[in-house]
């Protein structure tokens, strides 16, 4: 049974002294994810929201139509001239957002001190 999708925003300071925004989330994210997942994504402010990360380090599991939202949220970052990097995948979902191209539109780390420390 799938898990609910939670999600929550911190702000953090990189080791460069830049904000940074970080999206966590916890649960399974698949189609029901969209609220938690584009929608606290959505929910922050563009003009001070620059450096985002993405925490999935709660998450045990991740559908195709969960990959189909980050991938949207993404997008929609790119266009809106933020980076974002994305840390705390297992192995496997690294190898899945590798395969499907998500490192064309962020950087995939480990922990967030390693995505902290690239930004």
């Known amino acids: 049974m799938q898990s609910e999708t939670k999600s ?6 990189s080791p460069a002294g830049h904000p940074v925004t970080v999206l966590r ?6 189609s029901t994810s969209k609220d938690a997942v584009l929608g606290a ?4 402010p563009k003009d001070t929201a620059k450096l985002i990360l993405l925490d999935f380090t709660g ?3 991740i ?3 969960g990959i189909a939202l980050i991938i949207q949220l ?16 297992s192995p496997h979902f ?5 395969m ?10 480990a922990d967030q001190t390693a995505a902290l420390t690239a930004l």
């Open 8 to 13: 929550r925003v911190d702000q953090l300071t």
């Open 25 to 30: 989330f916890e649960g399974d994210i698949a």
């Open 41 to 44: 994504y959505q929910a922050l």
């Open 59 to 61: 998450v045990e599991y």
């Open 63 to 65: 559908n195709s139509s």
């Open 74 to 89: 993404l997008i929609e970052a790119s266009n809106a001239g933020q980076k974002v990097y994305v840390f705390g995948l």
């Open 94 to 98: 690294t190898k899945v957002f590798t």
């Open 100 to 109: 499907v191209g998500i490192t064309k539109y962020a950087g995939l780390f």
